[in-house]
């Protein structure tokens, strides 16, 4: 499973960390096994559609997270595992109802689940799963249904305020670092605050793990800004370009916006114009050259820097972990979501 994350050679890097692996990968078979029995349903149509993007594979970085923080407290118990679970699918409930505001056409390398069954069916199969996570979190009483509530709260006002956009006198760039905060950050940090919570680890351990999370999910977010500039699919699992294509501004598009040289002046306008005239019907290939001009441009190495940065915070607030294969790990991590190429 861990082999699935592209990360884990950097992650487990290290003779300590060997046996940090191994631990790592049991535990992930075992939420990939309660993923499995979890998903299934019943009614014929639920069990298709809500296992769709799961069968589609995944980084499962939020369970890899929870199984490597459960390593500060009893380590990785059934607890641990339903916790995992559920954020799991919280998550995949999440891209079904991205895909719909998105517009998205394909999803880790197949057709979206909208364009399969309608953008109905597709709404109401996020919303199914968010409501089976609620029900494994319930099983663990009110703490974990508050932090499932809490979480979900904030996965909504991110995805809320990224469709409205920043409002006048708002500076788009810090509003759009809140919106990753909300809709990525946020599941991220409570993986790796869960796996601490639900293993019995200190509790002081808590937050430094929930801020980790959140800053090392921002940077994860940037680091996908770029990628999706990628002129390859087979990188991203989508059309190079789908965000800013279905008009979703995207970090080096901010930054190129704040650029004044003609020539970033002239780039930005020509994106812009040609989002408005995809949204009229136009052909979304009308993108391919400005795009192309954009993932070569200086603002995608700001975006890049950006993500380093946020990397480096999320490494800073690891200072309470005591020193270890865990820390190295978790360290590791961080790095690696900021630079996924390398």
Do not use: C
């Not at 998903?39 to 890899?64: F, I, N, Q, W």
């Amino acid at each position: 499973m861990a082999g699935k994350l592209g990360l884990s050679d950097r992650v487990f890097a290290g003779v300590r960390s060997r046996k940090l692996l191994a631990t790592v990968e049991a535990g992930l078979d075992r939420v990939e096994e309660s993923l499995a029995r979890e998903l299934r349903s019943a009614d014929a149509l639920a069990d298709a559609t809500s296992r769709y993007l799961y069968e589609a594979g995944g980084k499962r970085v939020r369970p890899m997270l929870a199984m490597l923080t459960a390593q500060l407290g009893e380590g990785i118990g059934d607890d641990v595992v339903d916790a995992a679970t559920a954020l799991e699918m919280t998550h995949l409930g999440s891209l079904y109802h991205d895909d719909v505001m998105d517009g998205a056409d394909v999803r880790r390398g197949v057709p979206s689940a909208q364009t399969v069954w309608g953008n109905n069916v597709a709404i109401l199969t996020g919303d199914l799963l968010f409501s089976r996570a609620s029900q494994i979190m319930a099983r663990h009483g009110e703490r974990a249904i508050r932090l499932q509530a809490d979480t979900f709260e904030r996965l909504v006002l991110g995805q809320m305020h990224e469709t409205v956009g920043p409002q006048p006198g708002d500076d788009p760039v810090a509003f759009y670092l809140h919106v990753l905060s909300d809709k990525t950050g946020s599941l991220i940090a409570t993986a790796a605050e869960a796996g601490v919570i639900f293993s019995r680890g200190p509790q002081e351990y808590e937050t430094p793990m929930r801020v980790f999370g959140e800053k090392a999910g921002v940077a994860f977010q940037l680091l996908d800004d770029v990628i999706d500039l990628s002129a390859d699919p087979d990188e991203t699992g989508k059309v190079p370009g789908t965000d800013l294509r279905a008009g979703v501004p995207t970090m080096p598009y901010l930054l190129l916006g704040q650029r004044t040289d003609a020539a970033s002046v002239d780039l930005h306008a020509r994106i812009e114009q040609g989002v408005e005239a995809i949204a009229d019907g136009a052909d979304p290939e009308i993108l391919d050259e400005p795009l192309a001009l954009l993932r070569a441009h200086e603002a995608t190495d700001a975006t890049l820097d950006l993500a380093h940065q946020w990397s480096n915070e999320a490494i800073d607030a690891l200072g309470p972990v005591p020193d270890g294969a865990v820390r190295e790990a978790l360290t590791r991590f961080a790095q690696a979501v900021a630079d996924r190429s390398s």
